[in-house]
């Protein structure tokens, strides 16, 4: 089963297995993740699942859908690799994805 690193703001790393086909998202939620609220529960609503993706795994992924990148454009601290984890789905590709949590959603 792939593992994502979620890491928290203050440099804590916490290793999740997520099931293949699952989003990062749900993997938090499934697993307590402190920082990855999720209201919306996978909805791309409410960007209240904001990570940051490590550099070295935002060429990986898929790019984001229009509805991902409009919501964005309203997150505080968004930058170049600012994602929805909701959006990201698990594959065996991205087994040790490292996503990095916001100062704002702890």
């Known amino acids: 089963m792939p ?5 928290a703001h203050n440099g804590a790393d916490r290793l999740v297995e997520v099931p293949a086909g699952d989003s990062v998202m749900r993997g938090a939620v499934a697993n307590a993740v402190p920082g990855i609220d999720a209201d919306c529960g ?15 795994w935002t060429d990986r992924l898929e790019q984001p859908g229009e509805m991902e990148t409009s919501l964005l454009a309203f997150v505080d601290g968004v930058r170049p690799n600012s994602r929805l984890s909701c959006q990201i789905k698990v594959t065996q590709e991205l ?8 100062e704002s959603q702890h």
Do not use: I, W
Not at 3 to 7: A, E, N, P, R
Not at 42 to 56: L, S
Not at 95 to 102: F, I, Q, R, S, W
């Open 3 to 7: 593992k994502v690193h979620y890491v």
């Open 42 to 56: 996978g909805q791309c609503a409410c960007a209240t699942c904001h990570v940051y993706v490590d550099e070295a």
């Open 95 to 102: 087994d040790g994805l490292v996503v990095k949590l916001p």
